[in-house]
């Protein structure tokens, strides 16, 4: 375990958060209490955050008289957290996040945030995932929350960090990639980054954190600064590009087939397919088994070369039956050959079953088979 690790699990080990947040609520009137719990769904027990109308109507009282509430709590609650008795949980919460966010360039998305830090320094029973969230929003004073909109997902944000330069690094990625107009691997797109982006885009944060977290890269932070826009994505193949374009974010079924035989680079059974393209979670869409057999059957740059198995054509597949494939083989061969041949050279092109190979090869009307076993076309 890295010295940070060992540094993270004690500071985190030494806050029991749930214990601590209940404890901290209970401080509250009962009504304050189930308000906050419904308005921000902060109990494991609470199906979605609540609306104002929601709980007015539970109450009988007017939405305004809930926002009053509402307001009147999360104030409560922050002068609560200044108390000696919570001082310390609270300065313990905070340095482990502003630790967190300064290893990863000093932003995380939200989602990442909980999967990777919340989920790795607490226990969360009792409470959800948006107890914790809310504690950094009402009560740490050194970070911001970047609401999700069309062009970023939601992130928090050290407030030293000058968010609008990450913006324009982002922007400066964006400009690189419609440049190149196609798909770049990682190394070579964070090479160009590197030496073309951001000499043009004034980080100034980003000496200080590398020079106090000397373990990390500026990959990390170029990693971590990417992964909160919308615009630019990593597809299934791990080469990055604008997620409006089709080998990135494809929405045409035959995009998403094409990226997934060329991750695999195999043939695939059209139910195999299916299932890869459901799990690449390209969008909401569930696409079933039979839609990607008629998409594959009218797609001629694909061969069923054995029973729903597809494989692409410019694999080297020959389209046609296995007939039509044993003639082909005898004909570029120029003379005749032994079954075993002809099935080795068969079972390149198909996945088949010998017998399948046999009852095509003693078709009178296409082979002749001679005295000495070798067959020849007719």
């Avoid at 809310?134 to 030293?160: G, P, Q």
């Avoid at 092109?349 to 020849?376: A, C, D, H, W």
Wanted: some cysteine; glycine content about 4%; overall charge negative.
């Amino acid at each position: 375990m890295s010295a940070f690790h060992k540094f993270m699990t004690h500071m985190s080990n030494n806050v029991d958060f749930e214990k601590f947040f209940l404890t901290m609520l209970e401080e509250l009137a009962s009504r304050e209490q189930e308000v906050l719990k419904k308005r921000y769904q902060l109990t494991g027990d609470i199906a979605q955050k609540n609306t104002l109308k929601q709980i007015g109507d539970e109450y009988g009282i007017t939405r305004e008289r809930v926002r009053q509430i509402e307001k009147e709590a999360i104030s409560k609650l922050v002068r609560i957290a200044k108390a000696e008795e919570y001082l310390q949980e609270i300065e313990a919460i905070n340095a482990t996040l502003v630790q967190y966010l300064e290893r990863r360039g000093g932003l995380a998305r939200e989602d990442e945030l909980v999967s990777e830090h919340l989920t790795d320094s607490y226990n969360l029973n009792a409470l959800h995932q948006n107890a914790y969230l809310f504690i950094l929003e009402h009560m740490l004073d050194n970070v911001d929350r970047h609401n999700e909109n069309d062009d970023y997902h939601s992130f928090w944000v050290l407030k030293a960090v000058e968010r609008d330069s990450i913006f324009s690094f982002i922007n400066g990625v964006i400009e690189h990639l419609v440049g190149k107009s196609a798909v770049q691997e990682e190394k070579d797109l964070l090479d160009s980054i590197k030496s073309q982006v951001l000499v043009k885009v004034d980080l100034a944060h980003i000496d200080p954190l590398m020079s106090k977290h000397s373990d990390v890269s500026v990959d990390d932070f170029i990693n971590s600064y990417l992964s909160v826009t919308k615009k630019i994505e990593k597809n299934i193949l791990g080469s990055w590009g604008l997620t409006e374009w089709a080998d990135v974010k494809p929405k045409k079924l035959a995009d998403k087939i094409h990226l997934v035989f060329k991750k695999n680079e195999k043939p695939l059974h059209f139910r195999d397919v299916a299932e890869l393209i459901n799990t690449a979670d390209f969008d909401k869409k569930n696409i079933c088994a039979a839609t990607v057999h008629n998409e594959l059957i009218a797609n001629d740059g694909y061969i069923l070369i054995g029973r729903g198995i597809y494989a692409k054509k410019d694999w080297g597949y020959t389209p046609g039956t296995v007939t039509d494939i044993i003639s082909q083989i005898l004909t570029e061969n120029t003379k005749p050959m032994s079954k075993e041949d002809i099935y080795e050279q068969v079972l390149k092109q198909r996945q088949v079953n010998p017998s399948t190979i046999y009852l095509s090869l003693i078709n009178k009307n296409k082979f002749n088979k001679l005295s000495n076993g070798m067959f020849e076309l007719k």
